[in-house]
């Protein structure tokens, strides 16, 4: 153990640990600040090297330099001149000394070089993400500059502007590199632009194409096999193959076009907006405006988390969520009916939300509202439940078992469970608007504003069980026992409200029938 503050000892330490070829990356970025910064550690450090040279010139090993060998025939050995081996071990230890302090330097003399270059946007808004400049290991954030060189995001979703006034959503994970205020290449990842007039001509190159702006809002896709996908949303757009021979493609709205990886063939593909975020900001909207007015206990809007973990209760009663990726390689966010939605897996990738605690109904009456979207139908799939196992919780709400039709449970005050469901499956890939109403007596369940099943129930259990689950159920008290939540929702939920109150059937509908935005949104 080195001596505490002594950087002479640390070099000692790290040197030997050198010689014994046992030096880390680390420990060598260690050595060369120790060198640099401290004038006895330096002194230390040359004295190391005067000694080993010696000992090189005494017993003539000199690592890998190799010398001749005298010929059998001769009656004695070739000598070299002393002071030549003396000069040539000082210099094989001196460039090994020098390319520790090069590997320890390097990332500072490429951060210098990167703050030295011209700046050319600026980050707008990192959420959940991790923006840094590639090799450097330097992280960028909200209002940071953005000068020419690679970037790497790891996590979440990064908003950049550049000064021509293009502003691009870059979602993780990425690579790509800043060229020039109108030329980015992106190597990996998902980026939707949206392009002003005095960014007409803005150009991303991908592995096979550039792809040129003629004042337009698009999304560009690079998979991990080099291929590239290109959807156009407003506008047109030129993307041109690089391969001997192959014509470009002109796209204009609502048209995109997928570019082989190995051979850079274009093939028109169906442009799917519903896959790139394009804002992080939600709309201001008629809906989200009119679930707010009937006072809501909490509501989620799902959206995108600056910290990439909070999901955020827009009710005001600040009763947050904690967002578990799972195994989710992309951030858990995609384009909702209205904004962002809370993107999902199903058992394959088991990401959900759960929310610790919120106000459970006391006077027997709730009701919840949401949009969601199913990609398929896991068995017991949860939209938003307050039950688990080995605790009371009061209400089920998701699809049945493997039959897949929407439905709910609820734990009545007399401990009887009540449950009513829908009799065929639920629709796949359509956003749906589901509810469910209890108010003490009757049970009703209702889809796109109909009602499409009702029974009765005996008022509301005083629950045991704090948490809600988002697109699972949580584990409860048993949690323990089993390996955690369950009934993973395989697709996206948007918009979700509880209410300690029974909303009607005609506000249901209303609620169903207020879906035009009085803002941009992020999908149609």
């Known amino acids: 153990m080195s001596e505490a503050g002594n950087p002479t000892t640390e070099v000692d330490e790290l040197l030997a640990t050198f010689l014994d070829d046992e030096l880390s990356d680390d420990q060598r970025r260690r050595?060369?600040?120790?060198?640099?910064?401290?004038?006895?550690a330096r002194t230390r450090y040359l004295d190391h090297c005067r000694m080993h040279a010696s000992l090189a010139w005494e017993h003539g090993v000199l690592g890998d330099v190799g010398f001749p060998e005298a010929p059998e025939e001769a009656s004695k050995v070739i000598?070299?001149?002393?002071?030549?081996?003396r000069r040539l071990a000082v210099a094989a230890i001196l460039v090994i000394g020098l390319e520790i302090l090069w590997q320890g330097m390097r990332p500072t003399l490429r951060r210098n070089a990167w703050m030295a270059g011209e700046t050319v946007g600026k980050v707008n808004r990192s959420a959940g993400g991790d923006l840094a400049v590639a090799g450097i290991g330097h992280s960028l954030n909200g209002g940071d500059a953005l000068r020419l060189g690679d970037?790497?995001?790891?996590?979440g979703f990064a908003e950049i502007e550049l000064q021509n006034g293009v502003v691009a959503l870059v979602e993780s994970p990425a690579r790509f590199k800043i060229e020039s205020a109108s030329l980015l290449a992106l190597y990996e990842g998902r980026l939707s632009a949206a392009v002003p007039a005095e960014g007409v001509g803005f150009t991303v190159e991908t592995p096979n194409a550039e792809v040129i702006d003629h004042g337009t809002e698009f999304a560009i896709e690079v998979t991990e096999d080099r291929s590239s996908e290109v959807h156009v949303f407003q506008g047109e757009v030129e993307v041109k193959p690089i391969g001997a021979g192959i014509d470009p493609v002109r796209l204009l709205a609502d048209q995109a076009t997928r570019l082989d990886g190995e051979s850079s063939e274009p093939s028109g593909i169906a442009i799917a907006p519903d896959r790139f975020l394009r804002a992080l900001d939600e709309p201001r909207l008629n809906y989200s405006e009119k679930i707010r007015t009937l006072k809501p206990v909490v509501y989620f809007r799902m959206n995108v988390p600056d910290d990439g973990s909070m999901l955020e209760d827009r009710s005001g009663n600040g009763h947050h969520g904690v967002v578990h990726r799972g195994s989710l390689r992309r951030p858990p966010f995609s384009p909702g009916r209205h904004g962002a939605a809370?993107?999902?897996r199903g058992a394959s990738r088991e990401a959900h939300t759960i929310v610790p605690d919120y106000?459970?109904?006391?006077?027997?009456q709730i009701s919840v509202t949401a949009w969601v979207r199913a990609d398929s139908r896991p068995r017991w799939a949860s939209i938003a439940k307050n039950w688990a196992p080995g605790e009371i919780g009061q209400f089920h709400f998701g699809l049945y078992e493997d039959h897949g039709g929407l439905e709910v449970q609820i734990a009545g005050a007399d401990g009887e469970e009540a449950q009513i469901k829908e009799t065929k499956p639920f629709p796949l890939t359509e956003?749906?608007?589901?509810?469910?109403?209890?108010?003490?007596?009757?049970?009703?369940?209702?889809?796109?504003?109909?009602?499409?099943?009702?029974?009765?129930h005996h008022g509301l259990a005083?629950?045991?069980?704090?948490?809600?689950?988002?697109?699972?159920k949580p584990a409860g008290a048993r949690r323990k026992k089993l390996r955690g939540?369950?009934?993973?929702?395989d697709g996206r939920i948007d918009e979700l409200a509880i209410f300690n109150h029974a909303l009607e059937a005609k506000t249901i509908l209303k609620l169903y029938e207020t879906e035009k935005p009085t803002g941009l949104v992020a999908s149609k």
């Open 342 to 344: 809370l993107r999902l």
């Open 485 to 489: 939540p369950s009934g993973f929702w």
């Open 359 to 364: 106000p459970k109904a006391t006077n027997n």
């Open 31 to 40: 050595l060369a600040e120790l060198v640099q910064a401290d004038p006895a």
């Open 431 to 456: 956003w749906q608007h589901v509810a469910f109403v209890a108010d003490g007596n009757s049970l009703r369940l209702f889809r796109n504003g109909i009602e499409v099943a009702k029974g009765s």
């Open 462 to 472: 005083a629950p045991t069980l704090k948490a809600l689950g988002i697109g699972a």
């Open 79 to 85: 000598e070299f001149p002393r002071p030549w081996i």
């Open 151 to 155: 970037y790497e995001l790891t996590h």
